[in-house]
T-cell receptor
Framework: DTGVSQDPRHKITKRGQNVTFRCDPISEHNRLYWYRQTLGQGPEFLTYFQNEAQLEKSRLLSDRFSAERPKGSFSTLEIQRTEQGDSAMYLC????????????FGDGTRLSIL | TQLLEQSPQFLSIQEGENLTVYCNSSSVFSSLQWYRQEPGEGPVLLVTVVTGGEVKKLKRLTFQFGDARKDSSLHITAAQPGDTGLYLCAGVGTSGTYKYIFGTGTRLKVLA
C-alpha cells in the first residue's frame, strides 16, 4: 500500500487551457474526495465519490470543473478554460467504507495559471 | 451550513512552551480528525476522535472532543521546532453524508 497518489505534482499552464489531474486512492478505499486549497487556508470540499457514484458536489465546482471515477478506482478532475483564480493546490483523499474512518490525503497537484 | 472555526489563526512560540488550538462549531459532528500539513505536502492524519468527551494522547499532543461533539482542542506540551506546521481539524456531519468540513487552520511556528 503506497498511499494516495496524485499526478502531476505541479502543472503550469496558460489561461484558457484545459488541465486534467489524476488521483489513485488507497486500493481498499471506496470513497474518494477532491479538495481545493489556497495558501494558508484549509482545504475546501469540491466533490466526493462512493465507488463510481459521484454523491455530492460543492457549488464551488462550476461548469468548467468535472470529475469522474469510471471504474470506482482512480479518479480524474478536469478543469476547462482555466482562469487565474483556479490557481491552487488540488488535493485528493480516500477513506474506507466504514463510518468514522478518517481520510488519507495525497500530496496534491499544484496548479499555476499564467 | 456546517462551519468549523479554528483559533488562533497564527501562533509563534518559543521551544519548550505549551499551546492549545481550538476547533469550534455550532454543529454536531459524528467524528473529528486533526491533521498537520507541511508546505507543498498533503495533510497528514494525527488522530480521530469519535466519542463525546474523548481524550487521546499522541506523545506530547493531547486531543479532546467536546462532550456535545461540537468542538475539539489540541494541546501541545513542550513544543519543539518539528511541531511547526499548519494544523487542521475536519469533521464529518451526522446527516448521513460522508462529506468532511475543514477548519480554517492554525499556522504554528516554534522557534528554537
Amino acid at each position: 500500500d503506497t498511499g494516495v497518489s496524485q499526478d502531476p505534482r505541479h502543472k503550469i499552464t496558460k489561461r484558457g487551457q484545459n488541465v486534467t489531474f489524476r488521483c489513485d486512492p488507497i486500493s481498499e478505499h471506496n470513497r474518494l474526495y477532491w479538495y481545493r486549497q489556497t495558501l494558508g487556508q484549509g482545504p475546501e470540499f469540491l466533490t466526493y465519490f462512493q465507488n463510481e457514484a459521484q454523491l455530492e458536489k460543492s457549488r464551488l465546482l462550476s461548469d468548467r470543473f468535472s470529475a469522474e471515477r469510471p471504474k470506482g478506482s482512480f479518479s480524474t478532475l478536469e478543469i476547462q478554460r482555466t482562469e487565474q483564480g483556479d490557481s491552487a493546490m488540488y488535493l485528493c483523499a480516500s477513506s474506507p467504507r466504514e463510518s468514522n474512518q478518517p481520510q488519507h490525503f495525497g500530496d496534491g497537484t499544484r496548479l499555476s495559471i499564467l | 451550513t456546517q462551519l468549523l472555526e479554528q483559533s488562533p489563526q497564527f501562533l509563534s512560540i518559543q521551544e519548550g512552551e505549551n499551546l492549545t488550538v481550538y476547533c469550534n462549531s455550532s454543529s454536531v459532528f459524528s467524528s473529528l480528525q486533526w491533521y498537520r500539513q507541511e508546505p507543498g505536502e498533503g495533510p497528514v492524519l494525527l488522530v480521530t476522535v469519535v466519542t463525546g468527551g474523548e481524550v487521546k494522547k499522541l506523545k506530547r499532543l493531547t486531543f479532546q472532543f467536546g462532550d456535545a461533539r461540537k468542538d475539539s482542542s489540541l494541546h501541545i506540551t513542550a513544543a519543539q521546532p518539528g511541531d511547526t506546521g499548519l494544523y487542521l481539524c475536519a469533521g464529518v456531519g451526522t446527516s448521513g453524508t460522508y462529506k468532511y468540513i475543514f477548519g480554517t487552520g492554525t499556522r504554528l511556528k516554534v522557534l528554537a
